[in-house]
Nanobody, 121 residues
Framework: QVQLVESGGGLVQAGGSLRVSCAAS????????MGWFRQAPGKEREFVAA????????SYADDVKGRFTISRDNAKNTVSLQMNSLKPEDTAVYYC??????????????WGQGTQVTVSS
């Protein structure tokens, strides 16, 4: 069982930066790939970025490539998403998720409660 708690959301102007983090409980964190997703009002939840358990592999949605960076610290049981050059269309609730595999996956078994990111124009 893994419990995930996001933090770091907030309000930022377009072009600015924000870092959201996710703290995980449980000793098995280092064995799970982790992902970030987001959901804007009236839209479906969408994939943003993912990182394998070893950090060797990462994956990004096309519209965040070059602007967002996912990272993890297995010693601290945390995964973070550094978001630069933010745009108003990045406004959403951002969710952290854990996959039940060390490798990049489309299947996530554990989810956090989300943190709001709002980008003003």
């Amino acid at each position: 069982q893994v419990q995930l708690v996001e933090s770091g959301g907030g309000l930022v102007q377009a072009g600015g930066s924000l870092r959201v983090s996710c703290a995980a409980s449980g000793r098995t964190f280092s064995g799970y790939a982790m992902g970030w997703f987001r959901q804007a009002p009236g839209k479906e939840r969408e994939f943003v970025a993912a990182i394998s358990s070893s950090s060797r592999s990462t994956s990004y949605a096309d519209d965040v490539k070059g602007r967002f960076t996912i990272s993890r610290d297995n010693a601290k049981n945390t995964v973070s998403l550094q978001m630069n050059s933010l745009k108003p269309e990045d406004t959403a609730v951002y969710y952290c998720a854990a996959a039940r595999t060390p490798y990049l996956s489309n299947i996530y078994g554990y989810w956090g409660q989300g943190t709001q990111v709002t980008v003003s124009s």
